[in-house]
T-cell receptor, first 115, second 109 residues
Framework: EAGVAQSPRYKIIEKRQSVAFWCNPISGHATLYWYQQILGQGPKLLIQ????????DSQLPKDRFSAERLKGVDSTLKIQPAKLEDSAVYLC?????????????FGPGTRLTVT | DAKTTQPNSMESNEEEPVHLPCNHS???????IHWYRQLPSQGPEYVIHGLTSNVNNRMASLAIAEDRKSSTLILHRATLRDAAVYYC??????????FGTGTRLLVSP
């Protein structure tokens, strides 16, 4: 079974530039998550989708971050404009459903460096 | 969000058992105890979860105290590949995983 795919694996941009990350979840998984992990900390949930609807985006900085999940499969997370403090690893995860506490499967992440 | 307390780091020797503790004194009756681990430069990986009874799978065992206020993840024979950050998380459906800083496990040959 293929895992969660993410691209790119690494990205370096200057502050005020924009960047986009892509995620392809495990086939059949209804729930998709985007996390931000700052060095030395645990992952923090940014946004959670159930199929193509948003379940929780309470910790997403909506003035600069946006995310979409077209057709309930792939998802894209965008940052515009980036700030220095956005330097982190962005992790995508998926699960069968969030309603019954199924385990989440994580991708390898995208390491973003903002200079 | 329910809180857990874990030691910052632990050390073990290869092929020895490892007991990773987690305190969760404010656990509610519907909270499951989940463990994830994160190997260097990888995303977190699900390890095991339980509610009240002890659980075993191919990766580890989970021992849950009778009052459910603490639990222990047991790796029966540590390998170098088990060196990772281990997260103990209280989780119920319809909620989100809240990761703390976890326990960094160091395994020596």
């Amino acid at each position: 079974e293929a895992g969660v795919a993410q691209s790119p694996r690494y990205k370096i941009i200057e502050k005020r530039q924009s960047v986009a990350f892509w995620c392809n979840p495990i086939s059949g998984h209804a729930t998709l998550y985007w996390y931000q992990q700052i060095l030395g900390q645990g992952p923090k949930l940014l946004i959670q989708f159930q199929n193509n609807g948003v379940v929780d985006d309470s910790q997403l900085p909506k003035d600069r971050f946006s995310a979409e999940r077209l057709k309930g499969v792939d998802s894209t997370l965008k940052i515009q404009p980036a700030k220095l403090e956005d330097s982190a690893v962005y992790l995508c995860a998926s699960s069968l459903s969030y309603t019954l506490g199924y385990e989440q499967y994580f991708g390898p992440g995208t390491r973003l460096t903002v200079t | 969000d329910a809180k857990t307390t874990q030691p910052n780091s632990m050390e073990s020797n290869e092929e020895e058992p490892v007991h990773l503790p987690c305190n969760h004194s404010t656990i509610s009756g519907t909270d499951y105890i989940h463990w994830y681990r994160q190997l260097p430069s990888q995303g977190p990986e699900y390890v095991i979860h339980g509610l009240t009874s002890n659980v075993n799978n191919r990766m580890a065992s989970l021992a849950i105290a009778e009052d459910r206020k603490s639990s222990t993840l047991i790796l029966h024979r540590a390998t170098l590949r088990d060196a990772a950050v281990y997260y103990c998380i209280l989780f119920t459906g319809f909620q989100k995983l809240v990761f703390g800083t976890g326990t960094r496990l160091l395994v020596s040959p």
